[in-house]
Structures are given as structure tokens and as C-alpha cells.
């Protein structure tokens, strides 16, 4: 907050600021400068915790601007722009974006197996069931979230797809598709799994195994090669354990299988199975 406060104010700040880089929080500097604002305004990334107690049990009589009032968004994170709005610095040109530059927001690599999973997902999806969700989690296959593919309804943390998908259909919602990475489904995506078959919920869960930890870096991921037998052993129906190879050639053989597992009436599971061209190449050239 401090850093996108001061690339507003490049010659200085005009207001008196506080930078905390600390808690508890330094009571005396802030009543300082309690006492010289008629209000304060709290730039503060995440959770709103230090506004929170200035207007609550710090309980300072003047006015405290930031997420909770709307000021800044409740949601997303700071940057130097939405610091420009909050200060009223929203209209002058110099904080506008040049029409030059594009906007490029991170993509899937091209040839990545979760571009084909998301493409036959999301035509079978849109196309015939207008009602569905997709409840996803992180890795690069959150990048799905973006255009072209727009697929994603949900991403909160790791592990959340299945269980947000389990939740969802226990509420009524069909069909409730949960896509989640194979490294995150062995990280904390498996209890999430056990959850829905003791209860024999009605999801189905997408495992787009690209045979590594893509997002951090190209690690080994815990349990490549045993996907299936993972899922076989948590209690999902051999016969509803799918494996798809995401290539092209394959597409209607897995818009096929996507149906399938959807009109099931129970666990499904399945799995797109094609490494990561970067780690692949790294091998490669190893
Ligand atoms: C609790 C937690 N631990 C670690 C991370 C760091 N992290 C981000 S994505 C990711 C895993 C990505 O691997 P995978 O699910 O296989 O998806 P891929 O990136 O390979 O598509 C990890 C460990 C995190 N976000 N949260
Ligand atoms: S790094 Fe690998 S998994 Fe991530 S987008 Fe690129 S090809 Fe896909």
C-alpha cells in the first residue's frame, strides 16, 4: 500500500502517512497522526485488519475511509491505480493508461494440455448445460478463469474445487464440475474426493494432470502415475475413473466422456493426461 501510495506522489506525499510494518500497532505514532487528519484513509492488501480496528476498538473519533466504506474494493488487490481513486487522483491524465499499451494478462502457454481440457469442457458445458458451475483452484489451470475460455466460477484455495463442487451439489446445483491440478488434487484435493464418495455426491471432478507442479516452477508432482489408483483407492468407480489424452485429435472423444461423466449420477473422475510442454522441453534439451 505504501509503495503504490508514494508512485502516486512521486515528489511527496502532501498528506502526513504512516507506514505499519508492525503489530501490535504503534498506538503512539498513530495517535499522532489521529491528531493531525480530519480522516484517514487505509491502504491495506488482504483483509481489511488494521482498518477494522481503527474504526472499531482503537476507536478514533474521526472518519476512517478504505475497503470497508466502499472507498477501495472489498475484493482484489491494491494497485496503483485503484490508490489513485481512493486519493482522488482518478481523472488526471498522468495516472491514465496510454492507449498504446495492451492489455496482456498472464495466458496458458500455447500448447498446454489444460487449453484442450478447457476447450471441450467449456463447449460441452455452455453448450448443453447452461446451469453448470465450474468450481476450479490453483495452479496454471486457474488461468482458465481468463478469455478466451471464461470456464471458471470459483477459485478460493487449495484444495477448494471438490469441495465447493461437493457443496454446491449437495445444494442442487447440476452439474458441478470441479477442475483441479494433480499436484494440488494430492496436495489437498483428496480428502475433498473421499468427502463426496462416502456421501456418493453427484460431481465431477476433472484431474488436468500435466505430470508436474507447473505453477512453482516444474517440480515433481506427488503422485504421477498414481492418479487413478489414488482415486480407485478413495472409493470413485473404476469404470467412472476416465482417462483422456488432451490433444486436437482427441476432442470428441473427450466432449464424449465430459457427457458421460456428467449424465452419471454419482463420482466421476476425469483425468486429462499430457505433460507440460516446459517440462518437457526442459527434458528434452537435458
Ligand atoms: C497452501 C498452498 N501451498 C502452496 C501453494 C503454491 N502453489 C501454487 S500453485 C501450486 C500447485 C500447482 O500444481 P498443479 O495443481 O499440479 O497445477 P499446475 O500448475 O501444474 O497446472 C502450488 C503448490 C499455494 N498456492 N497454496
Ligand atoms: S507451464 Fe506448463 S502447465 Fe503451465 S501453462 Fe505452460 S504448458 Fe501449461
Given at each position: 500500500?505504501?509503495?503504490?501510495?508514494?508512485?502516486?506522489?512521486?515528489?511527496?506525499?502532501?498528506?502526513?502517512?504512516?507506514?505499519?510494518?508492525?503489530?501490535?500497532?504503534?498506538?503512539?505514532?498513530l495517535?499522532?497522526?489521529?491528531?493531525?487528519?480530519?480522516?484517514?484513509?487505509?491502504?491495506?492488501?488482504?483483509?481489511?485488519?488494521?482498518?477494522?480496528?481503527?474504526?472499531?476498538?482503537?476507536g478514533?473519533g474521526?472518519?476512517?475511509?478504505?475497503?470497508?466504506?466502499?472507498?477501495?474494493?472489498?475484493?482484489?488487490?491494491?494497485?496503483p491505480?485503484?490508490?489513485?481513486?481512493?486519493?482522488?487522483?482518478?481523472?488526471?491524465?498522468?495516472?491514465?493508461?496510454?492507449?498504446?499499451?495492451?492489455?496482456?494478462?498472464?495466458?496458458?502457454?500455447?500448447?498446454?494440455?489444460?487449453?484442450?481440457?478447457?476447450?471441450t469442457?467449456?463447449?460441452?458445458?455452455?453448450?448443453?448445460?447452461?446451469?453448470?458451475?465450474?468450481?476450479?483452484?490453483?495452479?496454471c489451470?486457474?488461468?482458465?478463469?481468463?478469455?478466451?475460455?471464461?470456464?471458471?466460477?470459483?477459485?478460493?484455495?487449495?484444495?477448494?474445487?471438490?469441495?465447493?463442487?461437493?457443496?454446491?451439489?449437495?445444494?442442487?446445483l447440476?452439474?458441478?464440475?470441479?477442475?483441479?491440478?494433480?499436484?494440488?488434487?494430492?496436495?489437498?484435493?483428496?480428502?475433498?474426493?473421499?468427502?463426496?464418495?462416502?456421501?456418493?455426491?453427484?460431481?465431477?471432478?476433472?484431474?488436468?494432470?500435466?505430470?508436474?507442479?507447473?505453477?512453482?516452477?516444474?517440480?515433481?508432482?506427488?503422485?504421477t502415475?498414481?492418479?487413478?489408483?489414488?482415486?480407485?483407492?478413495?472409493?470413485?468407480?473404476?469404470?467412472?475413473?476416465?482417462?483422456?489424452?488432451p490433444l486436437?485429435?482427441?476432442?470428441?472423444?473427450?466432449?464424449q466422456?465430459?457427457?458421460?461423466?456428467?449424465?452419471?449420477c454419482?463420482?466421476?473422475?476425469?483425468?486429462?493426461?499430457?505433460?507440460?510442454?516446459?517440462?518437457?522441453?526442459?527434458?528434452?534439451?537435458?
Open positions: 500500500g505504501y509503495n503504490y501510495l508514494m508512485e502516486n506522489y512521486p515528489e511527496g506525499c502532501e498528506y502526513p502517512v504512516l507506514k505499519i510494518g508492525q503489530y501490535p500497532l504503534p498506538k503512539k505514532q495517535n499522532q497522526l489521529i491528531e493531525s487528519c480530519d480522516e484517514i484513509l487505509v491502504l491495506e492488501d488482504g483483509q481489511p485488519f488494521v482498518e477494522k480496528q481503527l474504526k472499531g476498538y482503537l478514533i474521526i472518519k476512517v475511509k478504505g475497503r470497508l466504506d466502499g472507498t477501495l474494493s472489498q475484493d482484489g488487490e491494491l494497485n491505480d485503484s490508490v489513485a481513486r481512493a486519493v482522488g487522483k482518478e481523472n488526471k491524465s498522468e495516472f491514465g493508461i496510454p492507449l498504446v499499451v495492451e492489455m496482456r494478462p498472464p495466458a496458458l502457454c500455447e500448447g498446454c494440455g489444460h487449453r484442450d481440457m478447457y476447450t469442457l467449456t463447449e460441452v458445458l455452455k453448450e448443453e448445460y447452461p446451469s453448470h458451475k465450474v468450481f476450479s483452484d490453483i495452479g489451470y486457474t488461468l482458465g478463469a481468463n478469455a478466451p475460455f471464461n470456464a471458471i466460477n470459483s477459485c478460493v484455495d487449495m484444495g477448494a474445487s471438490i469441495t465447493m463442487a461437493k457443496g454446491a451439489a449437495d445444494g442442487g447440476y452439474p458441478a464440475v470441479a477442475v483441479i491440478g494433480d499436484s494440488t488434487f494430492t496436495h489437498s484435493g483428496m480428502t475433498g474426493l473421499l468427502d463426496c464418495v462416502n456421501e456418493n455426491a453427484n460431481v465431477t471432478v476433472v484431474i488436468s494432470d500435466n505430470e508436474t507442479t507447473a505453477m512453482t516452477g516444474g517440480q515433481d508432482s506427488a503422485g502415475g498414481r492418479i487413478e489408483a489414488i482415486c480407485a483407492g478413495l472409493g470413485v468407480e473404476p469404470s467412472h475413473i476416465r482417462v483422456v489424452v486436437k485429435k482427441n476432442y470428441e472423444e473427450m466432449k466422456i465430459i457427457r458421460e461423466e456428467i449424465e452419471y454419482g463420482v466421476s473422475v476425469i483425468i486429462p493426461r499430457r505433460e507440460c510442454i516446459q517440462t518437457l522441453a526442459r527434458k528434452k534439451k537435458k
